[in-house]
């Protein structure tokens, strides 16, 4: 007897599904704009900072990018609880989110700085550009136009694996699509749906960051 697909209950679950869609959304983009600024922050120091910080970003990021994600979501949501430190399934997966992918930029931005010609130090100084002037406008910029397209992937790939974050009953897309499967008991169709959505989410995140380096950087080509 063969298996027969029904998608006759979808009108009726859309809205979880939307709902789910719209935090995934936030996740990615509050997750994407601090995790960014935070890994610029520990590229800096790795690069230009000052000698006593380096040895502490390169702990945190070694740390980060040598454990799984959801031992470090479960870590921030069950085990910080016992210091004091209450949040709730969403602030939890937000702050993993930006931990996890603030170290994994930290690298990509600092491969950037590192491929700065020296010369460029010194044309800042030559300007009477302050250090910060200098990092931001002579160092960071160039260096973020040569790492966007590796930069657009991993946030692609840290909203993908936002998935994850419905271990702690954070209300993302999987988590709806997991409730869903559980009354309908449509398991196939439900994550023929979800697996949709989450390829769709891919492809426009992808065009917009590509949009994103566009605008930020006008000389270099879409990345595709």
């Given at each position: 007897m063969g298996y027969q697909l029904n998608f006759a209950w979808l009108p009726q679950y859309w809205p979880a599904l939307l709902e789910g869609v719209g935090i995934t959304a936030y996740l990615t983009v509050v997750g994407a704009v601090l995790g960014c600024l935070l890994g610029v922050l520990?590229?800096?120091?790795?690069?230009?900072?000052?000698?006593?910080?380096?040895?502490?970003?390169?702990?945190?990021?070694?740390?980060?990018?040598?454990?799984?994600?959801?031992?470090?979501?479960?870590?921030?949501?069950?085990?910080?609880?016992?210091?004091?430190?209450?949040?709730?399934?969403?602030?939890?997966?937000?702050?993993?989110?930006?931990?996890?992918?603030?170290?994994?930029?930290?690298?990509?931005?600092?491969?950037?700085?590192?491929?700065?010609?020296?010369?460029?130090?010194?044309?800042?100084?030559?300007?009477?550009?302050?250090?910060?002037?200098?990092?931001?406008?002579?160092?960071?910029?160039?260096?973020?136009q040569r790492i966007w397209p590796a930069l657009s992937?991993?946030?692609?790939?840290?909203?993908?694996?936002?998935?994850v974050v419905s271990q702690i009953a954070a209300e993302d897309l999987s988590y709806a699509a997991n409730f869903i499967q559980s009354r309908n008991f449509r398991a196939f169709e439900t994550y023929i749906v979800s697996t949709l959505i989450y390829l769709m989410l891919s492809i426009v995140l992808r065009q917009i960051l590509s949009g994103v380096g566009m605008a930020l950087f006008p000389k270099r080509k879409a990345v595709r």
């Open positions: 520990c590229a800096w120091t790795r690069a230009l900072g000052p000698l006593w910080a380096r040895p502490f970003v390169v702990g945190y990021v070694e740390l980060i990018r040598n454990t799984p994600f959801m031992i470090q979501l479960f870590f921030i949501f069950y085990g910080l609880p016992s210091l004091g430190v209450q949040m709730d399934a969403l602030q939890a997966a937000t702050l993993a989110m930006v931990v996890n992918l603030g170290a994994y930029s930290c690298e990509i931005i600092r491969a950037g700085i590192q491929a700065t010609p020296r010369g460029q130090f010194e044309a800042g100084a030559s300007l009477a550009m302050t250090p910060i002037q200098t990092f931001i406008h002579v160092i960071l910029i160039p260096a973020l992937s991993q946030i692609v790939i840290v909203m993908l694996g936002s998935a």
